[in-house]
């Protein structure tokens, strides 16, 4: 069960869109339609921002949008604004109940 | 409105074990799943395992097979993961958290979480 490959960071200006990859394989991310990502600012607990590839819970901004192309999953912040800066986290149900996490991709806001 | 309360912060010695304990409140979800999730300092999340009361199943993740065990007290809405043979390593933020599956798929992501237990494994 190896961790699912995430840039270390990405960053852009406000105002702009960004886009974090999330890489897994056909046991993972690929076999199901069960990524969900998580914002996390350390010592705080996450916040759900996408389940299902793409489904925003209610409360979360459609600023924050989700997609899936094979074994790779993808979050894209538009109109990025200062509060968005956080690291985030994608994580995939990967087979007989177990999950898997990303490595994490802390966005920096400029 | 749903609410994970965790236990409090630990200090352990290496070799030894804790249990962390993970209390729902203000809602009515015993049938939800929980899983345990683990930052280390300076790293990432990582899952280390959940039950699924619906089919009365723990799972874990490879790396903390044998060491971890994870159960709940439906009679007090309470989970609890307990982690043996303790290294520092283990030194850590947990976090339960709430899988918002259904009854017809119990698996889909993590909703509603704990604060967080710090756990410091030093001699």
């Known amino acids: 069960q190896s961790a699912l490959t995430q840039p270390a960071s990405v960053s852009g200006s406000p105002g702009q869109s960004i886009t974090i990859s999330c890489t897994g394989t056909?046991?993972?991310?690929?076999?199901?339609?069960?990524v969900s990502w998580y914002q996390h600012h350390p010592g705080k607990a996450p916040k759900l921002m996408i389940h299902?590839?793409?489904k925003r819970p209610s409360g979360v901004s459609n600023r924050f949008s989700g997609s899936k192309s094979g074994n790779t999953a993808s979050l894209t912040i538009s109109g990025l604004q200062a509060e968005d800066e956080a690291d985030y986290y994608c994580?995939?149900?990967?087979?007989?109940?177990?999950?898997?996490f990303g490595t994490g991709t802390k966005v920096t806001v400029l | 409105q749903v609410q994970l309360v965790q236990s409090g912060a630990e200090v352990k010695k290496p070799g030894s074990s804790v249990k962390v304990s993970c209390k729902t409140s203000?809602?009515?979800?015993?049938?939800?799943?929980i899983s345990w999730v683990r930052q280390a300092p300076g790293q990432g999340l990582k899952w280390m395992g959940g039950?699924?009361?619906?089919?009365?199943?723990?799972n874990y993740a490879q790396e903390f097979q044998g060491r971890v065990t994870i159960s709940t007290d439906e009679s007090t809405s309470t989970a609890y993961m307990e982690l043996s043979s303790l290294r520092s390593e283990d030194t850590a933020l947990y976090y339960c958290?709430?899988?918002?599956?259904?009854?017809?798929?119990?698996?889909?992501?993590?909703?509603?979480w704990g604060q967080g237990t710090m756990v410091i494994v030093a001699s």
């Open positions: 958290a709430r899988d918002m599956g259904g009854a017809m798929v119990p698996f889909n992501a993590f909703d509603i």
């Open positions: 299902e590839g793409s």
């Open positions: 039950f699924i009361p619906i089919l009365g199943t723990a």
């Open positions: 056909s046991s993972d991310v690929g076999g199901y339609n069960l």
């Open positions: 994580c995939s149900y990967a087979r007989s109940g177990l999950y898997v």
């Open positions: 203000g809602g009515t979800s015993s049938r939800s799943g």
